[in-house]
Each structure stands twice: as structure tokens, then as C-alpha cells.
């Protein structure tokens, strides 16, 4: 795993239909997501982006207890679970999981321990 700080950007974009974070964490990668809501499913469609490593992926995010988990895969067909946990107004926990199938066992490759910055 990697060590560094970096900055994550979020903001409402297509008119508030979409939700899009840019995260930026030089030497690592530069990467963004667009997570767009579906009440049908009670979750968001995510679409993740890094141009840099040529690595996409596509997830189904739902709120599962306090934690927001996102299930899904990258484009080489593995299983991706990214979970965002220990949320405050100031600060969350991010972890990215892979797996060979959704059933798991899940192996822990990244782990970000975020805060706001000061205004």
C-alpha cells in the first residue's frame, strides 16, 4: 500500500442529477467518480475514472447500517467493494476491496483516512 496525502474534491454537477469527486493524490493517481442516484434500486450507479493507470470500474452503492458500501467491478472483471465508514461532519474512512467474486473474501488494498480541510 501507498502512503501520502492528497485532496478530494466533491461537488453537484449535470443540473444536481450527479454527484462527481475528483480525487487527487499525486505520485498515486488522479482519479474521479460520478455517482448518480436511482430511487428504484435505493442506491447510486458510481463510475470510476483514472485515465492515468487506465483503471474503470462500475458499482451499485448503498447505505448498509451508518457506512455507504459500493459492490460492483473494475474493467478486467474483478470484484470491487468500496466502503465509506467512521463518517462525520469532518471526516470519513475510505476502503477499497477486491475479491476474485462478490461473495468474497475480500483482501483490503487501500485505505484513506480523510478530513475537511480548514476553510
Known amino acids: ?3 501520502g496525502e492528497g485532496e478530494i474534491h ?7 442529477r450527479a454527484l462527481q469527486d475528483v ?3 499525486p505520485g498515486i ?10 430511487a428504484a434500486r435505493h442506491g447510486w450507479h458510481i463510475f470510476w475514472s483514472d485515465p492515468l493507470h487506465h483503471y474503470y470500474g ?7 447500517g451508518p457506512d455507504i458500501v459500493q459492490i460492483g467491478r473494475d474493467d478486467t472483471g474483478q470484484a470491487t467493494r468500496w466502503s465509506f465508514s467512521d463518517r462525520m461532519p469532518d471526516s470519513f474512512t475510505w476502503r477499497g476491496e477486491t475479491a476474485d467474486d462478490e461473495a468474497g473474501p475480500w483482501q483490503l488494498v ?5 478530513r475537511r480541510a480548514p476553510a
Open 1 to 3: 500500500m501507498h502512503e
Open 10 to 16: 466533491a461537488d453537484w454537477v449535470l443540473a444536481g
Open 23 to 25: 480525487w487527487i493524490l
Open 29 to 38: 493517481f488522479h482519479g474521479t467518480t460520478l455517482r448518480i442516484p436511482d
Open 58 to 64: 462500475r458499482q451499485l452503492g448503498r447505505a448498509v
Open 110 to 114: 487501500a485505505e484513506f483516512h480523510c
